[in-house]
């Protein structure tokens, strides 16, 4: 069955760093696109970014210029590099793909992500 997990996540302060992996099994990896989605306490799920199976990101205009996200096919794992975290970026960051003709949905269970300010 497909699974993602991701991992990563902690507690830095405002202007710091992280790097967020999730590991996808089950999937043909290298011909899926990817994404990171972020929920914010009190709020709905939102993408942050996206890559295609042949690496194209795209970006939330919240992000951009801070954010990377990158995949490596031979590990079966996408990357998302958080740059200049703001408080605003707390939340839970997931991992999503869609898979087969119906795009069905798969999710990871999340890492937390809290920026003090």
């Known amino acids: 069955q497909v699974q993602l997990v991701e991992s990563g996540g902690d507690l830095v302060q405002a202007g710091g760093s992280l790097r967020l992996s999730c590991a996808a099994s089950?999937?043909?990896?290298?011909?899926?696109?990817m994404a990171w989605y972020c929920q914010a306490p009190g709020k709905q799920r939102e993408l942050v970014a996206t890559i295609t199976s042949s690496g194209t990101p795209t970006y939330a205009d919240s992000v951009k210029g801070r954010f990377a996200i990158s995949r490596d096919n031979a590990r079966n794992t996408v990357y998302l590099q958080m740059d200049s975290l703001k408080a605003e970026d707390t939340g839970v960051y997931y991992c999503?793909?869609?898979?087969?003709?119906?795009?069905?949905?798969?999710w990871g269970q999340g890492t937390q992500v809290t920026v003090s300010s």
């Open positions: 089950g999937i043909i990896f290298s011909i899926s696109s």
């Open positions: 999503n793909t869609r898979q087969g003709l119906s795009r069905r949905e798969y």
